[in-house]
């Protein structure tokens, strides 16, 4: 028979064999333990963690988070570059169909009414993936329909540029 006894935060006491388990006096002194002075205190041989191995785990732990919020910045705004280039090769395909039955692409202020009005797509975004709008201008005979990329303003090797349908700048990261 297993007895086993919760004494005090710290202490846990199992007797396999209840005939042989502490005295009276052995178990008033385990109940007052935490009442006596020291009783609290480390005993020599026992080990704790020193300041240097604490300095040494919080050195750790830091350098741990250093590498890993980049990193999850780097994934999601490569995640976010992606879907926008997806996204804009959708439009493009859109943009040569309306090219190959209408022989024109659609004027700057005919996007993109002109493409759903006849169903080349629907429900053409108008926002890339960090809130900024597409920009698309033609002038019937060429297009261009640019994001902003990263940065969110005009520029720079983050901007993902098609021009009649070839994807001339792909942004910031290697997407495919
Ligand atoms: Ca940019």
């Known amino acids: 028979m297993i007895f086993l006894e919760y004494i005090s935060t710290n202490t846990i006491i199992i007797d396999l064999d209840p005939q042989?388990?502490?005295g009276p006096?052995?178990?008033n002194n385990m109940l007052s333990c935490p009442l006596r002075k020291g009783c609290g205190e480390?005993?020599?041989g026992q080990k704790g963690f020193t300041l240097i191995e604490l300095l040494i785990v919080i050195i750790v732990l830091a350098v741990l988070t250093g590498i890993a919020i980049p990193t999850y910045r780097v994934v999601t705004s490569r995640a976010r570059e992606s879907a926008v280039e997806?996204?804009?090769t959708n439009i493009a395909k859109a943009l040569e169909m309306h090219q190959t039955d209408l022989q024109a692409y659609p004027l700057t202020d005919d996007y993109p009414d002109?493409?759903?009005d006849n169903d080349y797509m629907e429900n053409i975004p108008e926002e890339d993936?960090?809130?900024n709008d597409y920009i698309y201008s033609s002038d019937g005979s060429s297009y261009s329909l640019e994001s902003y990329g990263i940065n969110c303003i005009d520029g720079g090797d983050d901007d993902i540029v098609i021009t009649n349908g070839v994807l001339i700048s792909d942004g910031a990261y290697e997407n495919r």
């Open 20 to 22: 042989s388990g502490p």
């Open 25 to 27: 006096e052995q178990y």
């Open 42 to 44: 480390m005993h020599r």
């Open 86 to 88: 997806n996204e804009m």
């Open 114 to 116: 002109s493409i759903e």
């Open 129 to 131: 993936a960090w809130g």
